[in-house]
């Protein structure tokens, strides 16, 4: 691909890390006979909006395993200085994004197996709809529930008046599963949300992220019933 072409495409970055504090071996631990990579990475590819696929990881682990089944997905080598886990993910962000030069970027996680290919062809399309007016893109998980904050003060409903929770105002989670942003803005702000960002909505079930050893087991169990009905292909 030509240089001014590929400066014009979107890359798709996603950061694993070796260690994992609340589930160990997270990113790389067999999910329903698969390791957990692989479906994000199984998703990406089947999406030509997407020029190329970059991991970025500490782990030798990762790194043999995306090169033996997924060739065609570019590994870089996260620095020693990035390795530590307060660091936080837009000083990452902004080391990939000198590594592989692109116009834009779509940034998500090996946490959230369950995100289908077409929502996040869905999610490049809204985000190309809107640019420029709006810069950059990221998904949210829709709640509509009384919510409280610490203090016992209501966030979202009076508890005088009795609403029905599908009545309730929405409030949105930043569920970390799709980030888009263009690059000139995230190196200028760095910060993947730019200075005009629009929330995607994303189906809860899509949105579920491995984050405790109950959602390792959770999320395992929709898989095995997905492959079940073959709707997901098994991993050989």
């Known amino acids: 691909m030509p240089d ?3 400066h014009r495409s979107m890359v798709a970055l996603v950061p694993m890390r070796h260690h994992s504090v609340r589930v160990p071996g997270k990113n790389y631990r067999d999910l329903a006979g698969k390791p957990l990579y692989a479906y994000i990475l199984g998703e990406l590819l089947k999406l030509p909006e997407i020029s190329e696929i970059v991991v970025d990881t500490d782990s030798p682990i990762i790194s043999d395993g995306v090169r033996d089944s ?6 870089i080598d996260r620095p020693g200085h990035l390795r530590e886990d307060t660091i936080p993910m837009n000083e990452i962000l902004l080391h990939d994004t000198e590594v592989v030069p692109a116009k834009y970027y779509l940034q998500t996680h090996s946490t959230n197996p369950l995100l289908r290919s077409e929502t996040i062809r869905d999610a490049i399309k809204v985000f190309h709809e809107h640019y420029p007016e709006r810069d950059s893109l990221f998904g949210v998980t829709r709640y509509q529930t009384r919510l409280w904050d610490a203090k016992g003060v209501p966030v979202n409903h009076d508890p005088d008046v009795l609403l029905r929770t599908q009545d309730l105002p929405p409030l949105f989670e ?3 599963c799709i980030y888009i942003f263009e690059r000139e803005t995230f190196v200028e702000r760095k910060n993947r949300l730019g200075g005009s960002p629009m929330m995607f909505e994303i189906d809860p079930y899509e949105a579920l992220d491995i984050d405790s050893e109950i959602d390792f ?3 395992e169990c929709l898989l095995r019933k997905r492959i079940a009905l073959g709707r997901e292909k098994s991993y050989e």
């Open 217 to 219: 087991t959770i999320v």
């Open 70 to 75: 997924f060739p065609s997905v570019r590994i």
């Open 4 to 6: 001014k072409e590929k």
């Open 174 to 176: 930043e569920n970390s």
